[in-house]
């Protein structure tokens, strides 16, 4: 695991966990998003009480597909460009708006389960979120 953060870190302006973990999670998210147009089966994973109601469908895969994408392309920029203000406070918002997303997904309007699909989401928002506010003053010095 030492020499995978030392492969990424190398790579980034500022090698540290916070800006490489932003790196995986922009990665990951423009992966997912380009996987939204190529089909909703992700989207009926996350959205698993939605995909039984007909909810899911292609129209709204590549929807969530580019807010995914979006996001991604913004985290990537910030991994980049950990101590710019505007930036940062961008990549948090990408986050605040995840979490937002999934937990009324989750528990108003019921299209998510309590399953992988939706939990991981969770659980990257939050967390990500929770770790760059509480960073914040040290990548931005004050």
Same mark, same amino acid.
């Given at each position: ?61 590549? !929807? ?16 980049? !460009?950990?101590? !710019? ?58």
């Amino acid at each position: 695991m030492e020499h995978v953060q030392e492969f990424v870190t190398k790579y980034l302006p500022i090698p540290s966990l916070l800006p490489a973990w932003t790196l995986l999670v922009g990665t990951t998210a423009i992966i997912n998003g380009l996987q939204n147009f190529l089909g909703d089966s992700g989207s009926k994973l996350v959205y698993i009480k939605g995909a039984k109601k007909g909810l899911v469908n292609p129209l709204q895969a590549r !929807n969530f597909g580019l807010w995914t994408l979006t996001a991604g392309v913004v985290r990537l920029y910030a991994a980049y !460009n950990i101590t !710019n203000a505007a930036v940062y406070d961008i990549a948090i918002a990408t986050y605040v708006i995840a979490a937002v997303h999934f937990f009324t997904e989750l528990l108003v309007f019921g299209t998510c389960g309590l399953t992988g699909g939706a939990i991981s989401p969770i659980v990257v928002a939050s967390s990500s979120l929770f770790w760059m506010i509480s960073q914040r003053a040290f990548y931005l010095g004050g």
